[in-house]
């Protein structure tokens, strides 16, 4: 008998996999599909914050600012493993923003959104604090310090969908919705595998167009509705460059145009800096940072360090695609970043729900709007409630000042372990990193090393429990350890997967993973 779905989703973004986590733990019997790799579009191309967004309050959006914020505790409550606190330092350039008006958005920053854990702001002097040294010296003499968090993106996505195949959903990567038939009381999506070309038909009582940069194509060729274009594409792009400065505190600056972008540390031994602003036409898989955007970022950066930012420094780029809601917003930088749903369910006709922009920060609570939506024509959510900001994503069911705890008890247990590949560990996947490690008790027993603490074991757990398939899966999105492996150790990684004999998860002979 053929599966009938409550919920078919598609796209494997952050907010596809975010309402497929929230459905299944409310007892509905969803499926989602992605044309390409978990996260393999905007969701892992952010600056990588969870945040209210301090240059959303001068676009008085409140609201959203509002949520995110409250937000903020509660994702690190239930990802410790993937999303730690930070403080950013502002300081206070000459002729731009005065500093009242500083000091009054960061007020209102520290008291809108319930901040319980989260250290409060304060006013930093830069001649003496060491968060002026790296600085031009004698241009920065005043700053203001806040706290918010950091999320390693791609993660958070592949652990939401973790959780949902873990709790029933089917979960379908490489696999694109090509057509479909709209009835009274169902869907018949036709879905294709993209590695071999075959397609079968699955049916569902409702389905989430949660395509990201690609919903509005989706709405028009697959599931063939003639929408006009609610989708305002924006490019954001970042550059990875060496280490510029020792402490543990982030950046964020102004620029004389109003954009603001980030210096934030990364992966130890880098500093991530963007984003910007600017519309994007095309395809949104095409996206790359470009020369101009390189050459913005660079100087731009180089307004504020005393050490100047140049494109030979930059060791990595990356780039992607915000879909922002489309209301006619003027300059790219203002355009909205809260999101939209919109239901199509008139009497009938199988409902259909679309969802516009959004950001990582808020895709829980998303997730949650969306289901409200959808309750009336899915009888199984009456009476449900939301329930995902109380049950940690897999492998953060530790507190959230364990941490380093963590570590402990994984360099204890795995004493061959050295701290640095404990901590990478720890940080990818909690408590889960514990299933990784099993019984080895050597570092070979862990299998081949691709370079960089890489191994077998580890390379084998993304294939079969994360949907892994390429070497960029797990050098760009599961991890960041492109940034360290060199082109042999790319090419052994990629021969050893194409030859591995496990069945990845993925693809259409796949089922609940």
């Not at 393999?40 to 409140?62: Q, V």
């Not at 594409?233 to 982030?250: A, F």
């Not at 963590?406 to 996947?429: E, I, K, M, N």
């Amino acid at each position: 008998m053929e599966t009938l779905y409550d919920l078919a989703i598609i796209g494997g973004g952050v907010n596809g996999c975010g309402i497929a986590r929230d459905a299944t733990g409310r007892g509905l019997k969803v499926f989602l599909c992605e044309q390409n790799d978990l996260a393999s579009g905007t969701s892992s191309a952010a600056t990588k914050l969870i945040h209210g967004g301090l240059r959303y309050l001068e676009h008085y959006e409140f609201r959203l600012v509002r949520e995110a914020l409250m937000e903020r505790e509660v994702l690190w409550g239930i990802a410790p493993h993937i999303i730690w606190p930070l403080r950013f330092v502002l300081p206070y350039h000459k002729g731009l923003r005065p500093a009242w008006m500083l000091r009054l958005g960061l007020f209102l920053y520290d008291h809108l959104g319930g901040r319980k854990r989260l250290p409060a702001t304060r006013t930093l002097d830069l001649t003496r604090d060491e968060a002026g040294q790296p600085l031009k010296p004698g241009e920065f003499t005043k700053g203001f310090e806040y706290s918010d968090c950091w999320v390693d993106d791609a993660r958070m996505v592949a652990l939401n969908a973790r959780d949902a195949a873990d709790r029933g959903a089917t979960v379908m990567t490489r696999t694109k919705a090509v057509s479909a038939e709209r009835g009274a009381a169902e869907w018949a999506l036709t879905l294709q595998d993209k590695t071999t070309g075959t397609t079968q038909v699955i049916r569902a009582k409702a389905v989430v167009n949660a395509a990201g940069p690609w919903a509005g194509a989706v709405l028009n060729t697959a599931l063939r509705i003639n929408a006009e274009a609610k989708v305002r594409l924006v490019q954001g792009s970042h550059i990875v460059v060496p280490k510029i400065y020792e402490h543990d505190r982030c950046y964020i600056f102004q620029n004389a145009d109003g954009r603001i972008f980030f210096a934030i540390p990364y992966e130890q031994d880098f500093t991530l800096i963007g984003t910007t602003d600017r519309d994007y036409e095309g395809d949104p898989a095409a996206v790359k940072a470009s020369d101009e955007e390189i050459g913005y970022i660079c100087r731009s950066a180089t307004e504020y360090f005393a050490k100047p930012v140049l494109p030979t420094d930059i060791v990595w780029t990356y780039s992607g695609v915000r879909p922002l809601y489309d209301k006619g917003d003027g300059a790219a930088q203002a355009a909205t970043r809260d999101y939209v749903l919109e239901l199509e369910g008139e009497s009938g006709r199988a409902p259909l729900l679309s969802v516009f922009g959004g950001k990582l920060t808020t895709y829980r609570r998303l997730a949650e709007h969306a289901l409200e939506l959808l309750q009336p024509h899915l009888p199984a959510l009456k009476g449900n409630v939301g329930w995902t900001g109380r049950s940690a994503l897999p492998g953060g069911d530790f507190p959230i000042d364990g941490f380093d705890a963590l570590v402990d008890s994984l360099r204890q247990g795995w004493p061959f372990l050295t701290l640095t590949h404990a901590h990478r560990l720890a940080r990818l996947y909690g408590t889960t990193a514990r299933t990784i490690l099993g019984d080895a008790r050597s570092l070979d027993a862990l299998g081949r090393d691709f370079g960089a603490t890489l191994t077998q074991a580890e390379v084998d757990h993304l294939v079969r429990t994360e949907w892994a398939e390429t070497a960029d899966d797990i050098l760009w999105r599961r991890t960041k350890l492109g940034l360290r492996l060199g082109p042999a150790q790319v090419r052994a990684l990629e021969t050893y997967l194409n030859g591995v004999a496990s069945q990845p998860v993925g693809g259409l002979a796949s089922a609940t993973a």
